[in-house]
């Protein structure tokens, strides 16, 4: 048997363990019957026997004790049953596709959210990836204007690496919620996912785009893809970076406004749901209740297959005990 098996090894019938103990009182008996046996001579003085060879016979008898513990030891680790395990999986997923359509505008900059709205939703958005394990996911990013930043796809290291890519400047300025909301639903329109999601995030009223925001909800209701959308923004000002007639960059109070009449539509039309979210933690709990409400069904059967591996230790115990009765009478008989 390859020993490096035994690090994987399990036993059926540990139990069997305990016969173990038996091993000493088989030595003891081992001794007890062979002094018996051993006749006796009554002499005045060992001294004339001290120079006198000793047998091979009796140096090695001891070597039928050896055997028969090694065949005891054996057959009592067979009966445990040492075993190894296979175990295989079958995963049977009913996944869901979601588009991530983030906004990242200039006033996705300002700081009511640490360290700013748009690495905040960095953040969140990369935790709710790792959490949809079996589920195809892609990126959207719209300002002005709107941009595919990764496809639909189930390497979840590939859309991250998108994610932390995403910077404010990377299109042009503006908040274009119906381009925003018509590209994912592009990503979406030839999936054939059991459900269809979108997650729509932005901290503005739209206000440019060659799609307006409710020809968008139509095309999006036309394919029966669910939208969530999330408002981002404190209530009230929050501080902002500006840039002056310098070229420096000062932070100021800005007034936060956010179209949630719309994005209330948006999201009752589609059958999904509007959140608000003033800061990091509402925003965390935002994707943790989105991620509660579209579960994937995923079933996984596991299969355990066992190798059993008694039979070399049966053969050595046999063999043990073969020998050792070869021995015992033969080379090792006892004269009557």
Request: hydrophobic fraction near 45%.
């Amino acid at each position: 048997m390859n020993a490096e098996l035994w690090k994987d090894i399990q036993f059926a019938y540990p139990a069997f363990f305990w016969l173990l103990l038996l091993i000493p009182v088989m030595i003891w008996w081992f001794f007890s019957t062979g002094r018996k046996l051993q006749g006796s001579v009554q002499v005045s003085s060992l001294q004339g026997l001290k120079g006198l060879p000793v047998s091979w016979k009796i140096r090695f008898r001891p070597l039928l004790l050896v055997l028969r513990v090694i065949a005891f030891a054996a057959l009592v680790i067979a009966l445990a049953r040492p075993q190894t395990s296979n175990t295989s999986e079958n995963i049977d997923s009913e996944g869901i596709d979601i588009v991530l359509s983030i906004d990242i505008s200039g006033s996705m900059l300002a700081e009511d959210l640490r360290p700013n709205r748009m690495e905040a939703a960095k953040k969140t958005a990369m935790d709710f990836v790792d959490s949809r394990i079996s589920d195809r996911i892609g990126l959207v990013i719209f300002s002005g204007e709107s941009f595919t930043q990764c496809p639909i796809t189930m390497d979840h290291g590939v859309l991250k690496q998108q994610l932390m890519q995403i910077r404010s400047g990377m299109l042009q300025d503006g908040t274009a919620i119906g381009m925003g909301l018509a590209t994912a639903v592009d990503r979406l329109r030839a999936s054939k996912a059991k459900s269809k999601v979108i997650v729509l995030l932005t901290d503005g009223v739209n206000n440019t785009g060659l799609v307006d925001p409710l020809t968008a909800l139509e095309i999006a209701k036309a394919y029966k893809v669910k939208v969530y959308t999330v408002g981002v923004g404190t209530i009230g000002k929050a501080p902002s970076p500006a840039t002056m007639p310098d070229g420096s960059i000062q932070m100021q109070m800005v007034d936060v406004q956010i179209d949630e009449p719309l994005m209330k539509k948006i999201a009752t039309e589609t059958g999904g749901r509007y959140f608000r979210a003033t800061d990091n933690a509402s925003l965390q709990n935002i994707y943790h209740e989105i991620d509660k409400l579209e579960r994937t069904k995923v079933e996984i059967t596991s299969y355990k297959r066992y190798q059993e591996h008694f039979f070399p230790l049966a053969i050595i115990a046999l063999a043990c005990m073969l020998l050792e009765t070869v021995l015992r009478y033969t080379l090792f008989r006892r004269l009557p």
